[in-house]
């Protein structure tokens, strides 16, 4: 790959084609720039142009309440999601428009009209109820990439009940920490979803998961994959407990009122790694977060009525969430949804749902780019992608080569790439060009949305001249930012509120530090350079280093384990840990492949280390700190590596390097 040296030297500029900015919601630099500068002078003012946009049940009486670090949005005012998304498209011409379009990984297409989608919805609300879930709730989602989760978390939205999307890939262990952290009282899964053409048997985990749940009451289950009744496939059954989705919905309302809930009502948690093994209950609320994810959508992507938008994120990220779900139908357009894997049955499959689908805007992630790229262009030669007019990427940095295969195999040299930055934290799209106005550089992010005040600080706040790297840090409150975590202001505080302090050493609450190194050039435009924390990002998902280390030292063979991760060409980063083993334990290939195991069903398999290296004992400076600089030298195999199978010894090495490690 490429590496960070070519993205900082690349200096082509691509500025919006004149076809795509004629018809553009937002056209022209100068009418951005002039945007962007009335943003700054009076935020609020900006803020609450967007707000009006939605239906609110009752006007805010206070646009924004900063009490640094916790700010709260369009105080007073009563708002409900599911009604913005739904309610508000059935007066007009959009009520039989498609609202979700979704192709199944075995081949079955589906298609919900926003009344359709509505009804589903108003009945999955007077489930809930049924159930005895109420406005604050929490419920754990557990489902397939399928209609259905999305109408799981309209339905929560309508009655206030407070989702936790739980993405299918983590392991019921994973799954149990976050439904006990949340204590949610509701599971709603599938019996199981395709994945490269094998079934994937979701309510196992719910199962094994729920052996160690007390706070969850009943489960609902979704009938994707299975047989027609519980005895007649082998799904275990807890009577009582679980209820068949469909059972649920046949005796349930097609009316449900939308609940009339404060503009600071919690909306979502949804959990993501930290720098410590405890993975994070990140909190959304209702006004403000809605106010950004709808207007970031519309200009962003520049939705259109007549356009069929897909974002290939899993509902389990908050890229599914704000731009799969909430965005696009706050807008009334179409979303579509994939159930399956990218390359299943054949390299083609995204690029022939594109061409059978007509699919206008897609975004997707530089990992799956990199893949895409790596398995040749003969792929999506063989469809017809002239519908695309827009693409867009999320989630690290995209290397130069990347972007311009995108734009050259895909975009046909024709659309616009919006490299969107941004983060569960922050809820929806912070910087980002915005396609007919902002001309690109390959591997930037380019510049804020307008009323984000992001910049690049060094540890007293101070802006680093342009070139220099710094902190990537975010001055002002927006309205989608996280209001806490879940349960734990202080870690809130301590998490973000803490790096960028004032001269005399005390924190800055006034600034939130994302976790990302960044720099910005000559003209302003940000470069992320990605994280500088102990979190990694594995094909665009995060993880703590320290995660996956208390995973492997839980094995008994395990004295001690330190993760890092490595430059890798399609993950982006691939995970290599460092293991010390146990009195009287051997290594072994064996062994490699049963830590790997153990760390899939821990987290999941998207935490599987890629490599495990035995060695004596971990380099560590005089005071005990893990030498994590020398090890990542050693995965990236720029120090010379010995025999596999037999320990190494990083003892000389670790003497060398100890003193600069101490400074
Ligand atoms: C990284 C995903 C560079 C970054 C929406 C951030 C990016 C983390 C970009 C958040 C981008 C995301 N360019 N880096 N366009 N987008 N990142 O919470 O390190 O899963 O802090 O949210 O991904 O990941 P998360």
Known sequence: MDGIDVLLKERRLYRPPSQFQKKAHLSGFEVLEELRRKARRDPEAFWVSAAKELFWIKPWRKVLDWKPPFAQWFVGGKINLSANCL??????????????????????????????????????????????????DRVAIYMPMVPEAAIAMLGCARIGAVHSVVFAGFSAEALR?????????????????????????????????????????????????????????????????????????????DRC??????????????????????????????????????????????LRDDDVYWCTADVGWVTGHSYVVYGPLANGATTFMYEGAPLHPSADRFWSMIARHRVNVFYTAPTAIRSFMRLGEQWPAKHDLSSLRLLGTVGEPINPQAWLWYHRAIGGGRCPIVDTWWQTETGAIMITPLPGATPAKPGSATLPFPGIDADVVDKNGRPVPPGKGGYLVIRRPWPSMLRSIYGDPKRYEDQYFSQITSPDGSRRRDIYFTGDGARKDKDGYFWVLGR????????????????????????????????????????????????????????????????????????????????????????????????????????????????????????????LQSQGEEE
């Open 87 to 136: 309610d508000r498209h059935l007066s007009g011409a959009r009520r039989n428009k498609a609202a979700i379009i979704w192709e199944g990984e075995p081949g079955e297409i589906r298609t919900l009209t926003y009344q359709q989608l509505y009804s589903e919805v108003c009945r999955f609300a007077n489930v809930l109820k049924g159930l005895g879930v109420r406005a604050g």
């Open 177 to 253: 920490d976050r439904i006990n952290d949340a204590q949610a009282k509701l599971v709603i899964t599938a019996d199981g979803s395709y994945r490269w053409g094998q079934v994937l048997r979701l309510k196992d985990a719910v199962d094994e998961a729920l052996r160690s749940c007390p706070s969850v009451e009943k489960a609902v289950v979704l009938r994707r994959t299975g047989a027609a009744s519980p005895e007649a496939s082998d799904l275990a059954w807890s009577e009582g407990r679980d209820h068949w989705w469909h059972e649920l919905m046949a005796r349930a309302s």
């Open 257 to 302: 009122e939308a609940e009339a809930l404060d503009s600071e009502h919690p909306l979502f948690i949804l959990y993501t790694s930290g720098s410590t093994g405890k993975p994070k209950g990140v909190l959304h609320t209702t006004g403000g977060y809605l106010t950004q994810v709808t207007l970031t959508a519309k200009w962003i992507f520049d």
């Open 532 to 655: 500088i924390d102990d979190v990694l990002n594995v094909s665009g998902h995060r993880l703590s280093t320290m995660e996956v280390e208390s995973a492997l030292v839980s094995h008994p063979a395990v004295a001690e384990a330190a993760v890092v991760g490595r430059p890798d060409e399609i993950q982006g980063q691939a995970i290599t840990a460092f293991v010390t083993l146990a009195g009287g334990r051997s290594p072994s290939d064996g062994l490699k492949d049963e830590l790997r195991q153990h760390v899939a069903k821990a987290i999941g398999s998207l935490a599987r280390p890629s490599e495990i290296r035995f060695s004596e004992t971990l380099p560590k400076t005089r005071s005990g700190k893990i030498m994590r600089r020398l090890l990542r030298e050693i995965a990236s195999g720029e120090t010379v590596r010995g025999d596999v199978t037999t320990l190494e010894d990083f003892s000389v090495l670790a003497r």
